[in-house]
Each structure stands twice: as C-alpha cells, then as structure tokens.
C-alpha cells in the first residue's frame, strides 16, 4: 500500500528555473495539501485542495500554484523559483473530516541556488 | 482560530528516562487533538489522536497523551524512552468548524535520547 508518494525525492535549481512537484495518493482521500518544512518553523501550509478541481490558499501561498485535475493527483508548481523556496516540501492527504488524521509523503527536499 | 504551541523547542533526556513534551492549543469550538512523529529524513506518521470520550488516549510505541479541556492542552508522555524515539514530534489540532479538514500544527518538539 503505498499511500502518499512524492516525486521527486531531491531536486536543485537555479534561480529563475521553473518546476512542478508531484503528489499521488491511493486512499481515495478527498483533501489533499502542500506544506513547507523550515528549522525551526514546523509545518506552513502553502495550498490546500478539497476535493477535484478545487485549491485554495493556504498560510503561504506567494510563488506556488497548484492543481487538482485527477482526485488522486495534486500538483505544486514553482514557475520563478527563489532561493527563499529552498526547503522540504511535504504532500499529505486526508478524508477531510476534523477527526481524521493526515497522511504524509516522504517529501521533497529542493534547493534554489 | 486555532493556534497550538508547543512548550519547548528541544528536549534532551537519557534512555529509559521518562519524558514528556508539552502542547497547549487555543481554539473557539470543540476540537480534535493529534500528535505525529516525524525521523529523520521521512514524513509525518501518527502517533495518537484524541476525538472524544476518555482523556487519555494511548498510541503507538508506548506514547500516551492525556487531553485536558480546562488548561487546553494535551502533554504526550513515555515512561521509558529508548534510542529510537529520538525524533521530532508535532502537536496538531482540528475542528469540524469552517477549517474542518485543515490542521493547525505546532512548530514540533526536537526529542533527542542519550545513552
């Protein structure tokens, strides 16, 4: 069962450089989100998706875009990318109900050099 | 809003001491309280959660919480930990209010166990 998968795993760009972050999920799991890993700053939510075709900003949401074409799929994009975007990139899903837990990827750490 | 804060940032304890990491959240309605761990290098799993009934909630590895409405929080506890817990654990909350479906997460707890 493989649950929430990222691709990729390990990414460097150059300033300027543009990329599309990969989340895929089998549960059949309504929500799904992109958050941002940073010393010392825990978990931000970047965008968040409810259900297919939706997103929605979250907490962080300045020089991302996302999509949610297929249920199972949700897409993050980076079309100029910075070196403030250098961090671990985590994906999760979840049935959307308060009293469901989030299941995470393994995340992508990217650096913009 | 929800807001969680987690009481201290690093915590340093020898194997088979007894720790435990503190969480305190704010929120206008009824919520739901969670605790994940995150090793290095991988994902956040879950440890427990609490939803309702019984305030101390036990989870995997031995950890246990106790949730406790009156002083908001929800402290996670092991009475012996070993080498492999160390980790970073965070506290989250939810609701089922207009942000049902989205968790407040705290900035996470760096346990590190010592031999």
């Known amino acids: 069962n493989a649950g929430v998968t990222q691709t990729p795993k390990f990414r460097v760009l150059k300033t300027g450089q543009s990329m599309t972050l990969l989340c895929a999920q089998d549960?059949?799991?309504?929500?799904m989100y992109w958050y941002r890993q940073d010393p010392g700053m825990g978990l931000r939510l970047i965008h968040y998706?409810?259900?297919?075709?939706?997103?929605a900003k979250g907490e962080v949401p300045d020089g991302y875009n996302v999509s949610r074409l297929k249920k199972q799929n949700f897409l993050l994009g980076l079309e100029s990318a910075a070196p403030s975007q250098t961090s671990v990139y985590f994906c999760?899903?979840?049935?959307?109900?308060?009293?469901?837990?989030?299941?995470f990827g393994d995340g992508t750490r990217l650096s913009i050099l | 809003a929800q807001s969680v804060t987690q009481l201290d940032s690093q915590v340093p304890v020898f194997e088979e001491a007894p720790v435990e990491l503190r969480c305190n959240y704010s929120?206008?309605?009824?919520?739901?309280l969670f605790w994940y761990v995150q090793y290095p290098n991988q994902g956040l799993q879950l440890l427990l959660k609490?939803?309702?009934?019984?305030?101390l909630v036990k989870g995997i590895n031995g950890f246990e919480a106790e949730f406790n409405k009156s002083q908001t929080s929800f402290h996670l506890r092991k009475p012996s930990v070993h080498i492999s817990d160390t980790a970073e654990y965070f506290c989250?909350?939810?609701?089922?209010?207009?942000?049902?479906?989205?968790?407040?997460f705290g900035d996470g707890t760096t346990l590190t166990v010592k031999p």
């Open positions: 999760a899903s979840s049935p959307g109900m308060g009293n469901q837990p989030q299941h």
């Open positions: 549960m059949n799991h309504e929500y």
């Open positions: 998706s409810v259900g297919e075709g939706t997103t």
């Open positions: 929120s206008s309605v009824s919520v739901y």
């Open positions: 609490y939803l309702s009934g019984s305030t």
């Open positions: 989250a909350v939810s609701d089922l209010g207009a942000n049902a479906g989205k968790s407040t």
